[in-house]
Nanobody, 114 residues
Framework: QVQLVESGGGLVQPGGSLRLSCAVS????????MGWYRQAPGKERELVAS???????NYEYSVKGRFTISSDNAMRTVYLQMNSLKPEDTAVYYC????????WGQGTQVTVSS
């Protein structure tokens, strides 16, 4: 059974940094895209950043220049480096892989507050 194991969430002050990690557990082939989504209370889940096997990246407008997505060469782990965090970044962050079936992680809470 394939699972995505997320880590790195927590509480941070505005302007601080966090690094999220998502590791693929189990046998899965042909991962094409890995991405991070987030869902704030009362809002829909939205794409934060994604990366393809060819290292093409895509970012939601509000995180450009602050967040960086990366993955290992085997596309078994994806990272999200989050800098200059703002209170509006507070949300549950979810990892997703497309291979081409879609698999979601369980989510990790990120809270930005003083």
């Amino acid at each position: 059974q394939v699972q995505l194991v997320e880590s790195g969430g927590g509480l941070v002050q505005p302007g601080g940094s966090l690094r999220l990690s998502c590791a693929v557990s189990g046998s899965i082939f042909n991962i094409n895209v890995m991405g991070w989504y987030r869902q704030a209370p009362g809002k829909e889940r939205e794409l934060v950043a994604s990366i393809t096997r060819g290292d093409f990246t895509n970012y939601e407008y509000s995180v450009k220049g602050r967040f960086t997505i990366s993955s290992d060469n085997a596309m078994r782990t994806v990272y999200l480096q989050m800098n200059s965090l703002k209170p509006e970044d507070t949300a549950v962050y979810y990892c997703r892989v497309i291979a081409p079936i879609s698999i979601w992680g369980q989510g990790t809470q990120v809270t930005v507050s003083s």
